[in-house]
């Protein structure tokens, strides 16, 4: 059992910088620092135990491997809180910054607001979702040019 927590916790203690979204062997590497023999089975059933407890969330991106972040408890800090109408993800949710040069994914608080104004006429928009590509700042310190492999929409 205390070896249990102590993987628990190693797995959990990836996420301790604000903001992290990090792949299964990303955790797996920083959990490595804290509990060598850990493996990446472990890291998976870990994973799955703090998602089913609420404690995490998965995150999922177009042809991007799952990602997983800290849940929020909506009053650990400032929330953009969502006006009622874009029904299906009432509260709080998360957006993301994907850097297009180190590949990190970075968590977002912010939220432009419902999009039905988007929307052709007569449509309902149940939920969005909204990522923005660029450069983080680690990448542009370093000099990274931004790859211009996508063009803009
Ligand atoms: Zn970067
Ligand atoms: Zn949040
Ligand atoms: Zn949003």
């Not at 991007?64 to 800290?70: D, L, N, W």
């Not at 709080?92 to 297009?100: A, N, Q, R």
């Not at 039905?116 to 939920?127: C, I, N, R, S, Y």
Request: glycine letters at 8%.
């Amino acid at each position: 059992m205390q070896r249990l927590t102590r993987q628990r916790n190693a797995v959990f203690s990836a996420f301790s910088d604000a903001g992290r979204v990090l792949t299964a062997p990303q955790i797996l590497e920083h959990a490595r620092a804290i509990v060598p023999e850990i493996s990446l089975s472990t890291v998976y059933r870990q994973v799955s135990l703090l998602l089913a407890d609420g404690e995490i969330a998965k995150v999922e991106l177009p042809g991007e491997p799952a990602r997983y972040e800290v849940a929020c408890k909506t009053d650990s800090h400032d929330h953009p809180s969502h006006e009622a109408g874009e029904g299906g993800q009432a509260g709080h949710h998360h957006h993301y910054f994907h850097c297009s040069h180190c590949g990190q994914v970075f968590l977002l608080h912010a939220c432009p607001g419902p999009m039905h104004d988007l929307a052709p006429k007569g449509f309902q928009v149940t939920h969005h979702e909204v990522t923005l590509h660029g450069l983080c700042a680690a990448c542009v310190e370093a000099g990274a040019k931004a790859p211009k492999a996508h063009p803009p929409h």
